[in-house]
């Protein structure tokens, strides 16, 4: 038995039906855009990452009360640790 059941024989014959149904050139455009499309998620998450860092940042360098206590006890917190 292989994955989930299915044998490896099972699985080439699998891929046969869907080379032929598809072809060739067709699936390796679908794997480009695939690909593609794996690669643009990851660097939205990446840019969605840096816009919180940018925010908390801003909030910290805002220069109200709240921001200055939440900075000073950061501080704190480096310090005992």
């Known amino acids: 038995m292989g994955l989930g059941g299915i044998s490896p024989f099972q699985l080439l014959i699998v ?3 869907v080379l032929v149904l598809f072809g ?3 699936l390796r455009s679908l794997g480009g855009d695939l690909g593609g499309a ?3 998620f990851r ?3 990446k840019e969605g990452e840096k816009d919180d860092l940018t925010h908390e940042a801003e909030r910290l360098a805002d220069g109200s009360e709240s921001a200055r206590a939440a900075d000073s006890a950061v501080k704190r917190e480096r310090q005992d640790g």
């Open 15 to 17: 891929l046969a039906i």
């Open 24 to 26: 060739g050139k067709r």
């Open 38 to 40: 794996i690669k643009g």
């Open 43 to 45: 660097n939205s998450m």
